[in-house]
């Protein structure tokens, strides 16, 4: 798999896994309408044309298929301390084949090779075994439980952090 910017045309197939309950379970936001989809990708566009840009949001392309399967995003969180965040969303089909956590390495690799990031991390809803555990395969450490910390469909939630330092890279 591979990472690129997103184009207008990619909203259908955005709209084929963001639509999908399974998806947004853990998500504060609901299964996407056809307009949801086409919002969501023009604002990844218009996010891309900023200066300085602060949010990478990038579409996940399967190399066999040349299909757009998910979507991955770094959001640099703070400039002056050199902290971003990650996350992923991927087509349930593609699920269990490591393509999220190879999305991750990549959004990890870039964050501190070129946007010199000094910590990048994640959260996922504690009851989302399969993101923490591509979050661990991915390299980042776990730090612990933010207790009902965002408010989502069903309740409040607990998310679970985890993290990476540029220092815990192997040095080349």
């Known amino acids: 798999m591979y990472l690129r910017e997103f184009k207008e045309e990619d909203w259908t197939a955005v709209h084929q896994y963001a639509s999908n309950d399974l998806v947004c379970r853990y998500q504060p936001w609901e299964p996407n309408r056809p307009e949801d989809s086409r919002r969501f990708v023009q604002q990844n566009i218009h996010d891309a044309a900023l200066k300085p840009r602060k949010r990478y949001a990038l579409a996940i392309i399967d190399k066999e298929t040349q299909r757009l399967v998910g979507a991955g995003d770094l959001h640099i969180r703070d400039f002056h301390g050199h902290n971003g965040e990650i996350g992923y969303s991927l ?58 910390n965002l408010l989502i469909k069903d309740g409040w939630r607990d998310s679970l952090l985890y993290s990476i330092l540029e220092t815990d890279l192997p040095r080349p």
């Open 91 to 148: 087509h349930p089909a593609f699920w269990g084949r490591g393509i999220a956590t190879e999305a991750a390495r990549l959004l990890i690799d870039f964050g501190f090779r070129k946007l010199r990031l000094h910590r990048i991390y994640a959260t996922c809803d504690s009851r989302n075994t399969a993101s923490f555990k591509v979050m661990e395969k991915a390299g980042l450490s776990y730090e612990g439980r933010m207790r009902e």
